[in-house]
């Protein structure tokens, strides 16, 4: 009979438990730097957009409070001072504010500026509501295609 002082207690890890954990850890280890690595360029962290291989900032700017403002002028240095110092990723939708967001967004981006922008817009579909027949001439130098979801353009 064996003595139960002196006997291997049962492990608290199996060696299944152990191999199948450490293939998990190897796995999840190689996958991480590319999920979570990002550049960091004048303070602001920068990732690549899904399969685009655009590399636009984590920190975007969202168009929509640009059409409420009282002064034009105001919006407009806001998005150049986001662009100037780093911020590229930019949002908007031609129906925010009745366009006026969208209209202030493409004046600030004349002058060089659509270059450093990498644009999202908004678009709802056309059996819902179509956007205006004036939507192309609000961007600098950009054409809006119409999708469900979003366009991006670079």
Not at 37 to 62: D, H, Q
Request: charged share 25%.
């Amino acid at each position: 009979m064996t003595d139960p002082k002196h006997s291997d207690p049962k492990p608290a890890v199996t060696r299944r438990e152990f191999l199948e954990t450490a293939a998990g850890v190897t796995v999840a280890g190689s996958l991480l730097p590319r999920v979570w690595a990002a550049e960091i360029k004048n303070g602001i962290p920068y990732r690549t957009l899904g399969n685009t291989g655009e590399n636009v900032s984590c920190i975007g700017l969202g168009g929509y409070h640009l059409g409420s403002q009282s002064d034009e002028q105001e919006s407009i240095r806001i998005i150049r001072t986001a662009l100037d110092e780093g911020i590229n990723f930019l949002d908007n939708c031609w129906d925010y504010n009745g366009g006026a967001s969208e209209v202030r967004m493409g004046k600030a981006l004349r002058d060089g500026y659509r270059k450093k922008a990498f644009l999202m817009t908004k678009m709802t579909p056309a059996p819902v509501r179509a956007p205006p027949a004036r939507l192309t001439n609000r961007c600098a130098d950009c054409k809006p295609t119409p999708s469900i979801s979003c366009n991006f353009t670079r």
